[in-house]
């Protein structure tokens, strides 16, 4: 019974603070909002047994919404929400494609006949993901982390200031930069 | 609860973050929207897992795969968003809508 209430509690949090992502006007609200969402649906996770994946998105997303709400007040025009705007383009086609969408997924949702339960949960999932990821599925495992460091390489290359071709030109046979400094700056 | 119930909150996320995908203008609001989305499947990965099939991980590494997803996602858009900032200026969709060009 109680389990039944915390689902309701959080599947409620999580779509309601979802939807006021889109809905308030200060960009730190906004981001906690998310952050809100995440959280409540970490909470659905843990619920479901899975306690060791539920901590971590936690973890991930209080670091990543903290990092998204300094961005948000760098690059968007009203940080404060002082001053209410529209950012917004074809609300109603938006909604109409997205309350669509959930449609056609709830139809398929009530109407699929889902497969029975195979099996019973392990006396301790993360043991078992553990295993997985160092025995089957280490080829995921494996593809996530190229993933991740091709991530840093590209995240670096596009918010560098200057880039190759900004110091050596086009002509790939320059053999030394042509620094507008020589030695760089500082020297 | 049921899996219907938990797949019904998945695709509620997931529907919200397509509205915000589909409707801001601010490419950070648009992302955004892709991590809502992203947030669906999770609920929807954990509910397989715990409902189809518990007795093997499959469900989790899913899950693992969709975290890491909205890692590189937030890492490459804010990238992206400070070189086209950086570049022209642009924070916004309709703003660099000659790219598609």
Request: glycine share 8%.
């Amino acid at each position: 019974m109680v389990t039944v209430a915390l689902f309701w509690l959080f599947a409620v949090g999580a779509l309601v603070s979802g939807f006021l992502v889109f809905r308030l006007n200060s960009m730190a609200r906004v981001t906690f909002a998310l952050l809100a969402s995440f959280v409540f649906v970490a909470a659905e996770v843990v619920l479901l047994g899975l306690a060791y994946l539920g901590v971590v998105i936690v973890l991930m997303m209080v670091m990543e919404m903290v990092i998204m709400a300094v961005f948000m007040v760098m690059y968007m025009m009203n940080p404060a929400g002082l001053m209410p705007m529209a950012m917004e383009h074809n609300k109603t086609g938006a909604a109409a494609i997205s309350v669509g969408t959930f449609v056609v997924l709830a139809v398929g949702i009530v109407l699929v006949d889902w497969p029975q339960r195979a099996g019973m949960p392990p006396p301790d999932p993360t043991v078992a993901l553990g295993e997985a990821l160092m025995g089957p599925h280490m080829l995921t495992m494996m593809t996530l982390g190229v993933a991740l460091f091709a991530t840093i390489v590209a995240t670096v290359v596009l918010a560098t200031h200057r880039g190759r071709y900004d110091r050596w030109g086009d002509d790939l046979r320059v053999v030394r930069a042509d620094e507008p400094v020589c030695g760089g700056i500082g020297r | 609860m049921s899996l219907e119930l938990f797949l019904l909150l998945g695709a509620g996320l997931f529907a919200i973050g397509l509205y915000g995908a589909l409707s801001q203008q601010s490419i950070v609001m648009l992302m955004m929207g892709l991590e809502l989305m992203l947030n669906g499947i999770t609920v929807a990965a954990a509910a397989f897992w715990y409902y189809v099939a518990p007795s093997n991980a499959d469900g989790q590494v899913l899950i693992i795969v969709v975290i890491t997803a909205m890692a590189v996602e937030m890492a490459v858009g804010f990238a992206v968003v400070t070189a086209i900032f950086r570049a022209r200026d642009v924070d916004m969709t309709d703003m660099a809508a000659d790219l598609k060009e």
